[in-house]
T-cell receptor, first 111, second 113 residues
Framework: GIQVEQSPPDLILQEGANSTLRCNFSDSVNNLQWFHQNPWGQLINLFYIPSGTKQNGRLSATTVATERYSLLYISSSQTTDSGVYFCAVVPLYNQGGKLIFGQGTELSVKP | DARVTQTPRHKVTEMGQEVTMRCQPILGHNTVFWYRQTMMQGLELLAYFRNRAPLDDSGMPKDRFSAEMPDATLATLKIQPSEPRDSAVYFC???????????FGPGTRLLVL
């Protein structure tokens, strides 16, 4: 089956710093989402981005489907950005929509 | 603000007891997913429905887990009998299809003693 690898596994930042999180996937996809799991465990949708670039405030994401990777950019990080960031994909061959999750990047933003 | 709702939010039970978790998908969404999150396995799909019909439950232990959608506004996940290894956070998500955004509920945190 498809492999979804996220890097780095852990990241510690000072407030105000920028960061880039990466998601590599091993097969073609027709759905890619980025989620933020906050310290209370809620999974919050950040982006639906099977291809192209999107921006939402301090966050932006780019997916290059032909090269099988996606990047999540966080600028001017804040302590509320702390948590785990997941990339999840639906492989092209999957008819149902089952999301396959990466193992996540755990981000800690220090004041 | 449309959201997926789940009940209960927390459940502590003893091994062997039945556990029922409920999910109300976003109105109009035709696809409902059940995922489980554990430290060891991460997030993984248990089952999903489209237009209330089960499409894939290959991620569920069939002997103890069952998933149903009695109507378009309710999905249930049952564990009978529960075991300590079932302790996890169970998420319900809904969407409009495989190429659409999936929205997750707050999860049910289950602890089986």
């Amino acid at each position: 089956g498809i492999q979804v690898e996220q890097s780095p596994p852990d990241l510690i930042l000072q407030e105000g710093a920028n960061s880039t999180l990466r998601c590599n996937f091993s097969d073609s996809v027709n759905n890619l989402q980025w989620f933020h799991q906050n310290p209370w465990g809620q999974l919050i949708n950040l982006f639906y981005i099977p291809s192209g670039t999107k921006q939402n405030g301090r966050l932006s994401a780019t997916t290059v489907a032909t090269e099988r990777y996606s990047l999540l950019y966080i600028s001017s990080s804040q302590t509320t950005d702390s948590g785990v960031y997941f990339c999840a994909v639906v492989p092209l061959y999957n008819q149902g929509g089952k999301l396959i999750f990466g193992q996540g990047t755990e981000l800690s933003v220090k004041p | 603000d449309a959201r997926v709702t789940q009940t209960p939010r927390h459940k502590v039970t003893e091994m062997g007891q039945e556990v029922t978790m409920r999910c109300q998908p976003i109105l109009g969404h035709n696809t409902v997913f059940w995922y489980r999150q554990t430290m060891m396995q991460g997030l993984e799909l248990l089952a999903y429905f489209r237009n209330r019909a089960p499409l894939d439950d290959s991620g569920m232990p069939k002997d103890r887990f069952s998933a149903e959608m009695p109507d378009a506004t309710l999905a249930t996940l049952k564990i009978q009998p529960s075991e300590p290894r079932d302790s996890a956070v169970y998420f319900c998500a809904s969407g409009l299809g495989r190429q659409e955004t999936q929205y997750f509920g707050p999860g049910t945190r289950l602890l089986v003693l």
